[in-house]
DNA sequence: AGCTGTGGCAGGGAGG
DNA sequence: CCTCCCTGCCAC
């Protein structure tokens, strides 16, 4: 692999620049004095711009200065494809300021790509990247991870200064893994021979679950302290902090990733959150859970809970180095689960590989638009200021427990909607958007064909791997449209999208109804219903879906998606199903949130489970055994206390207080009592204190790890409360008098589920405000059926 | 620099 | 009690 022009400014002692052929340049440099030559892969990002518009753009880019034919242009170089950005952008800022140069919201920044058309073409075809060609088996990669030893385990937050490193786990996919131990070692022993080992093995990705969270900063942070240069790039130099906003000397800003000169850090953690967005089927991003999930745990895996990693090294070692490894195996799973679809990803957009790993849907996106642009030689607009005003439309018809149930979904409604109706941002001129997202759909079938055709499985998993990719990119163009500083944004196209999306749903709706189905809940793109009473059976379902299809315009497709023997049915975007492998999945904020207390979840899943099965009598044993739990203090502080995340930085929060632009809250209060050194974007779990339930939470919290199980002080009043709370989300489910029985300890005369029922109700449409009210009647379809020709025909 | 969107629910503080 | 406003979390 090639590395002359990877890093972060490499390039700074190049004199120039030759193109030999389409994939190769030669590059002189300087060095001590001396011109050296050598060829390279041919970088992409090279382009010419005029003076005028990379005035005040640091000079370390300008490389050349040319004569051009009516002003003197720059050869410029960009080292990263993030460079080129930043120059774009300056320069639209630059030339938006010569008002006599301004032409409406449009600039005539001409930014020309050095010989751009073969290049371009090649690139289109081959793709770019550092790893060009090559697939995902090929590329070598190292996983990495840290365990530390504190003597007291804190859950809100495992970092304290007195922490280590005791081991440090390694391995790559050339079948080899090591333990670098700490005890015949010690610490800077370790670290130091960590860099050696990087060193030696030259991995081009280095790979780790939260190794931007905690591994990575840790190991930083050590090094400092032992005085090691973990200088690991390629080019001998240390990684580099990302950051949200440029480091400034008074305040450092949270630490998004890390990066490296010649190599690639990818974090699993990212991954799976950016799987979990999508999928929404994960309960932790836990490795131990994750690999569970994905089935790929061991079954000799060792599992040692965070609060014994100290025990154990000064106990059984060998068992944590056990544990160790089984880390770093399920890592090693879990990348090349996830990663794949990223890596073909760098082969498409043209991105660096750690970056597309990293970073948002919309980077990519502009990163097509931006490169088609740069190869027609046409200009680009700059963000168009303003707001996008509608979403998604979202619905409850019907509260209950309800039988029988389908779910039907339009199939990728906001990608079909742009396709359908060649949504074009308004200033995209060269009207690449609908064009490029036509391609990627096709390009998808294809991958998608290909996967099916193909023999090998390492050739069907990549392809497996770009159709997802392609994926990723199809999913975003929506996203981009309402993206306020993307260049091509436009917030009224967005608005189309989406009131295109609604229209199309109250027209599925409607169709439900005319057939007699009852339709109990829809969000955005789908709806559960009740069929029709002649509509039985599955494949009677999958047909009535299919007429429901046959009414849309051509290129929408609803999708019949499941059958659920019940429903639980509870407010908008909060509900419960039962499907029929009697497997419950519960839907909804209300009803699921992580920030509610853990023995809250459980009570209301086990409410919902009771009442899908219409079991009145174990709703109420499970109300009064809660209580009795709760009177005994028989729940641990694990169950009840809240975590929630602090999204601010403690001073950012003070400092809001300060100025009255916010209330007090007892997670930040908690973390500024305790002095816990906790930070932006971490979690704080705490529990209430007190004597009766109405205390006001910011004076009376305490950080959980206080809390003794031998002097319980927990407040059994606002706990008692709290489950009233919850059983209240079930009133609307019974009348009064049967809702009191139930959620009531006192049965002198002992509880009978006999009389009593679970209410089904119809919920009153909510009062609409007058200018609604004049297009109420209207099936809004007009705005996409011009003529009604393109509906298809029924058949 | 690095950041996709809107809609909806719950819980808390503050003030009436 | 109520309403208003904020934050956090979730559905899509």
Redesign the pocket.
Known sequence: MNILLHGHNPLEYVVAVHQVNDTTVRVYRRENGKISQSDAEFFPFMFIASEHYLEGYPKKHWIKKLEGNNYYQYLAVFP?W??LW?AVRHALRTYNKSAQKRIDNYTEAEFILLRADPVSQYLMQSGITYFKNMAFNDVHRFQLDIETYSKEYKFSNPRKTEDRIILITVSDNRGWEEIIDGKKLGEQEMLTKLVFLILEKDPDVIEGHNIFGFDLPYILKRCELHGVEFAIGRDGSNPRT?????ASSDQDSAI?AY?VNGRNFVDTLLLVQTYD?SA?TLESFGLKYLAQHFGFASEKRVYIPGNKISWHWDNDSAKLRDYALDDIRETRMLSEHLSPSYFYLAQVCGLPYS?LSR?????KIESLLLREYLRQKHSVPKPTPG??????Y???FVTGVLSDIIHA?VESLYPSIIVSKSITPRYDELKIFPTLLKDLLTMRLEAKRAMREAREPLSRSKFDALQSSYKILIN?F???L????GLFSDFEQADVV?TTGQALLRHIMKQVEVYNGTVIEV????LYFVPPDNVKGEQQETAFVTRLSNSLPEGITLAYSGRYSKMLSY????YALLDNADRITI????L????LERFIRQYLRQCIECLLHENLAGLHSLYVSYVNEIRNHGIDVYDFCR??????PIEVYTA?IAAGK?????AYEVVKRAGIPVRQGE?ISYYVTGSHPGV???DNSKPAEEWDRNFPDENVGYYLSRLD??SE?FEVFFVPEDFKKIFSVDDLFGFSHQGISILRRVVEPERLTTSETNDDEKDGFGIWLDNPDNEKTSE
């Open positions: 990263r993030s460079d930043d990302i950051t949200a906003r440029p998004l990066d967005f929404r970056f970073s948002g849907s919309t980077a707001v996008q005003t509608t979403g998604g979202s619905d409850i979904d975003s929506y996203g981009y309402g993206y306020n500083r989406t969000d955005t793109d789908g407010k908008k975007k909060n839907k909804g904020s209300s699921t949130a992580r920030s975590t929630e995340n602090l999204r601010d809001e916010r209330k007090p809250a007892a979690s006001k939470l910011i709370d919850a989300k």
